[in-house]
Every structure is written in structure tokens, then in C-alpha cells.
């Protein structure tokens, strides 16, 4: 079982955020930790703010008070300790896989072989190897989501934020990437941050789970699963532990939902 | 554009630019550009003139029975092509090439076919309107969900109420956004026909105004045309709002 | 098997043609030459060279016109695009210039500017310039808003966002503008032929009009709209190399 972290392990630190949109209170007071190497969940009820405050993470949005800690630096702005996987996906439907792979490093001013070199690395990685020069409408809903993350891996930042990645991608394709996404955390040693509305996945994904809820949004409760993640991926889903954390998140969300 | 934390109206600059108009024309600047104000005046002077309300009867007309013609033939024409893929197949490389061809330069062939009057008006006018009517109705119907059209059959629709019940009212929206297009390039078909056609309506006042040098006049009338189109085009555009959520697919 | 769109093409195409043929020997008016007729006078007038010329003298105008369009009309719609307080300036004028009848300014630019090259260029860009001013505006408001922020996420400046992301999103649709403003400047190039002063193709059109040469009358008109078409096909094989992958709309579902 795992313990309290200590404070130097946290790589993500969020700090008293607010943020409102006109009247509407998206974010009040929040104050969370994301813990170095580990994959935390943001999950809730649509409208909980969870999308809000992942952006706000990477800089997108600013929040009206509060402070976000990356690596003990404040966050004014975007900033290449941090990557993004989008919902949908925001590929350039002009340019290649490779290109589209590459996008994050070519902003970065690194040279097109060297860039490339990179790319071609993390999409055999992602499993798209032979599909460099595709362009994204020839490929699948899952491949493209591939090709996202592949582009945030290939810029090596320490953190990447995902808003519900695998939202737009069909349920066997998604049991696949979560599968894998669960290699990619025990191998990349990174902190990933990880927004999703589905509570099987926030479970099975996660090192720690933050149950946000709405009007006005808050952190409800921190579920940290201690022990089935250790037990191979065939293992999870029939684990008695799995079981009772998911029905005690949907307990407590079930009052929440429209 | 926001000021002082009021959201400017949309086209509220044009009163800077009437007023920078006024300034010119003040200024005598140039002969062409009397001021807006003497513009506005001879303009509610010249309105209940018998001259005035001639040509806008004989310019609305010409442009009336344009629209009409080019709305009956075109929205149908659209409708088919939408549905039929032999009919698309057969006619649109023709809608794509009058929709772009120079259309002027059929005003000559027109001319002698139908000679020099409101007739040859009539049908320059429903030409510049109708290519962009039978196209957006043909995207209308092609854009419609595939699983409304399996609706109506499922629940046993004659083809001849799922063209009134379903196709006609999914495609709304876009039909009408074809409308307010075709409107507009009447307007410019219109003018374009009585100034080359028949100095007739509207564009015999422009020949007599400017043959003239009555410049306050001639501005008075682009004014009145202008306003009359934009009133028209925006009330197009209203119902296409009113009616945008026919077209969405859940 | 042979290709079907374009043996319906041809199919069509022949079917029209015929019609006319048959129309043109009936004949359904006395101003109205067969087809074949008309052909061969547009043969006629290939080989004696005078096509030519009048397409020397009718395109110089559309020429100088459709660039300063483009030029300006792009120049002008980026801006709006990006820039609230300028659309709030400047959109206005361009949406009057879109719904007025400014055919009818012909008069008065023939006064100012007299009856030479200059009033019909400017007949041209009046025509042409609106309608690539308003695409390109509305082209740069739509650049879906996730590919921005993507660009923002990885740290790209306010200059890479406009080149790497809003122009080529813009591009199918600026180049909708621009087909729909060449379209436009050709009607306003053969209309200031027709009310300026007869030249080029406008004045083959009036001239063999008045001495009732029907036939040489539609094989220039038929010669002017088959270049418009020719010459917009060109423009959209021209955006299809440009930005090979953008014409399959976008993937963001």
C-alpha cells in the first residue's frame, strides 16, 4: 500500500485556483496535488470543471486567483515541461503523420531531420510504424489519437495532461489504450494528468483519483487503490478492491447526474 | 468591438464612415462626392416623386418576377439533384459552370432572343439568381441525416410525404441560405440588366442622374437600393436563424 | 470499365449541344445560329488570329484587377479575421460594397476616370474585391479553435500560429473567395466592354450583334464563358497542389 507522498514528490501542485466564466463558478478554491510519476484522474460529473482545470494546468486558461506549481516554478503560460493530448485529437489535416508528430519539436526550432528522427521513434512506439506519411483523414479514430500522443511523448516534457484522450475512440479500442497507457506510466517515468468521465477508467488507469464535484466546484474525496495494480492487467477488473472503489465513486456521483 | 464595456452593434461603424463623408463632402473635395447630408435630403425630397416611385415599381417588378422564377424553378431543380444521383450527375457540371461563367455576357444573346424590354430583364435577373439556389437546395438535401430519410421509410412514408414532411424541411436552412445569395446577385442582375438591357427603373435614373451631373440624386438612389437589398438580405438571414436547428443531425 | 462521372459528362454536355443544334435549325428565332455554326465561326476567328487580340485587350483589365484584388482582398481579410477593432472598422464597407448594386457607378467612374484601362479595373476589383475580403475574414474567424490551442500548448509564437495553423485551416475557403471574386471580375470585366467602350471580347459581342453575325456573336460569348471555367478549374488544381491534404475537410471527430 502506498503512503502519504512526500513534498518534494509532488511534480504538480494546484494552490487555492478560482475561476469564473462571467456569473458561473467553474473553480473555487481547489487545491489539489499530483504526485511525481504517477497518473492522477480528474473525475466528476460533466460540469464539474475538470476540463477547466486541466487547461489551466497547461496554461491555456487563466485562472482568476490561485497558483499552479509545476516543479515548484509558478505557471504563467504554456511551457514545454508540460504536454497536451486533446479530446479531439487537433491534428493539422494538412500535414503527415510524421509532421503532425513532429509539430511540438518544429515549434521548438529543432531541425527537420533531427525532428524527424525523433518523431519516427515515438510512432513506432504508439504502434503507427509504416504510417509516417499518412494524413490524418486516412486514418482511424483510434490511430489519431495515437498520432496526439505520440506528439506529446515526442516533446519530452515531464508532464502530459490528457482531456479525455480516449473519448472519441469505440470501447475495445479504448480497453487497448488503457492497457497501454498503463505500460507508458511504468516505463516513462513521467506525471500524467488524466481527465475522464468514465469511473471504470479512472480506476483502472489510476495511481490516485480525484473525485471533483460541481455547484461549486470542489475536491470531494482523493482515492489512492492500493493493491490490485500489481496484479497484471487481466487481473484488475475482477478485483474485489476494483470493484468496491467503483461502486463507491458511483454512490457518491449518483446524485450529481442529470 | 467592445467600448467602454458595451458591445458595439455590428455595422454601427458605418456612421464614422457616413460622418467621414460628410467631412469630404463638406470640403469640397471632389464634385462627385456631395455631402451624406444633401445626399439624405434629396433623398426623402425626391421619394414621393412620381419619377421615383415609377422606377422602383418597374426596378421591383423586373426584380420580383426574377426571384420568383428563379425560386420555382431553382429550389426543385436543387431538391432533385439532391436526390436523384443521374440527375446530379447530369446537371451539375452545367449549375457549376453558370454559376461562375460571366453571366454579362449572355445579356447580348438574351437581347436578341427576347428583345429590349422587362422580359429580358426578367430572365437576366432569375439567371444571376438561380445557380446558387439550385446548388445550396441540392447540399440541403445531401447534408440531410441519412438516418431521417431511413426514419420516414420505416415508418412507411409515400415518397410524396417525405418529400413535403422530411426533405423540404431539412434542407430549409440551407435552401434559404441559397436564397439570401440568389437575392443579392438579383439585386446586382437587375441593375446590371436595366443598365445594359432597357434604360428602364432604377437604371435609367442612374444614366439620367450622372448624364446630368446630379450627383445628390445619384447617391440618393444607390442609398435606397442599398437599403432596400440589405433590409431583404437580413430578413433572409433572420429566418435562416429562425430555422438553423432544422438541419441538426441529432 | 470506363469512367461514369465522365461519360455522363460527355453524355450531357452532348445532349446540351444537340438541343441547341436542333433549336438552331428549326429555327426557333432568326438570331439563333446552330451549334455547329457557331463553332465554326469560333474556329474561323482562331485562326485568323482576332480572338486573340480581343482576349489581349479584354484581359489586361481582368489581369491587373483579379491581382490587386487578391493582393488587397487577402491583405484586407486577414486583418479583419484577426483584429476586432478593424473588422468593427472596415467589415461594414465591404458587406455595403457586397449587397449594393455598384454596377451602377459605371456613369460616374467612366466621368472620373474616363473611358480607358483605368475605370475598368477599377469596374473589376469593385466587383472582385468584396467577396475575397469577406471569405478571408470569415475563413480566419473559423480556424477550429482546438488547433490554436494545440499550437498555444506547444509553445508556438503569434507568428507561427498564423502561418502554421490559421492560413492553411483558411485556405480552402480563401480560395473559395478568390474563385468567387475571379467570377465576379470577369462579369465586371465584359460588363465595363459592353458599357464602357466596346473593346476585346465585348466588342466582337456588339459589333457582330449590329451587323446580325450571330454565329461570330455566341462563339465569343461561348469562347468567354469556357475560359472563366477553364481558367476557376485551373485555380482549384492549383489549391489542390498547394495543400494536398486539406482538401478532405477536417478531422476533428
Redesign the interface.
Known sequence: MRHAVPADDIAVSVRNVSKTYGDVQALKDLTLDFPRGQLTSLLGPSGCGKTTLLKIIAGLLPANSGQILVNGQTVAGPGPDRAFVFQDFALLPWATVIRNVAFGLELRGLARSEREAIAEKYIREVGLAGFEQKYPHQLSGGMRQRVGLARALSVNAQVLLLDEPFSAVDEQTRRKFQEDLLELVKHEKKTFIFVTHSIEEAVYVSDQIAILLPRPSRVHEIIRPSNFRDKGVDNIRRDPEYLDIVDGIWASLRSYVE | ?TLFGYK?P?????I??ALLWEFVGQAELTF?VPPFSEVLLTLFGMLPTPSFLNALATTAWAFSMGVFFALVIGIPVGILMGKSR?VD???L??V??F???????????L???FGFGTRTVIITTSLFAIWIIILNARTGVKQINRSLVEMAHCFGASPLDAFFKVYFWAALPEILGGVRIGV?RA??G???GQ??ISIVG??AL??LY??KFLMAE?WA??VV??GL??TL?EFLAYLERKVAYYATTR | MIDRSLTLKLLSAAVVFGAWEIAGRVPISYAFPTFLESMSALARMTFDGSIFVAYGQTLSPLAIGVAISAVVGIGMGLWIGLSARFEWLFAPIFVVMQTAPLAALIPILVMVYGIGLTSKVFVVCIMAMPVIVLNTAAAVRNTPASLKEMATSYLARDHEILWKIILPAASPMIFAGLRLGVSAGFIGAILSELKITPTGVGDIITFSRSIADYPSMYAAIFSIILLAVLFLNLLGTLENILFKGNNRGYVTD
Do not use: D, Q, R
Open positions: 468591438m458595439l455590428a455595422l454601427s461603424s458605418l464614422l464612415w462627385f443521374i450527375e447530369l446537371l457540371p452545367w457549376n459552370i454559376i461562375s461563367a460571366p453571366l454579362t455576357a449572355l445579356v447580348p444573346v437581347m436578341v432572343l443579392i439585386v446586382k437587375v441593375i446590371i443598365l445594359l432604377f437604371g442612374f444614366e450622372s448624364s445619384f438612389v444607390l437600393l442599398f437589398a440589405f438580405s
